[in-house]
């Protein structure tokens, strides 16, 4: 983004948004300066990502449509070794391009922000 919140972009309040698809791995791309000393997680909304700040994230300040999953492709299964992923968890190098899917809840998002009839945006 470039930006550190939705203020700095230069954009009227509510005019910026953001989505990320549950597979798309770019939400586990974690800044490695954000959390050295801290525990290990895959919490997908890390408050920085590798690109910087998560714009999806509630402090950023900018509004969040639905988009659909994307196609699961790895599937990584919890184990004792790789702890402490509690759940499986799906990425998807597809699921990063699916957003401007025909027929995607993102595209029809998408549709809605620049038509300006944000009401529709889910």
Known sequence: MGADHAADLG???????????ANDPIQHGINPGSV??????????????????????PDFGGRTFTSN?????????PGPWYQPWETEINF???AHSQ???????SLENMAAI???KDELVK
């Open 69 to 77: 999953p994307g196609t699961p492709v790895v599937a990584v299964q």
């Open 36 to 57: 050295l000393g801290q525990p290990f997680s895959l919490e997908p909304k890390a408050p920085e990502l590798i690109h910087g700040p998560n714009p999806s994230a």
């Open 92 to 94: 998807s190098a597809d």
């Open 11 to 21: 954009l009227p309040t509510g005019q910026v948004w953001s989505s990320h698809a």
């Open 114 to 116: 620049i038509t300006g």
């Open 99 to 105: 957003y401007w899917d025909k027929g995607s809840a």
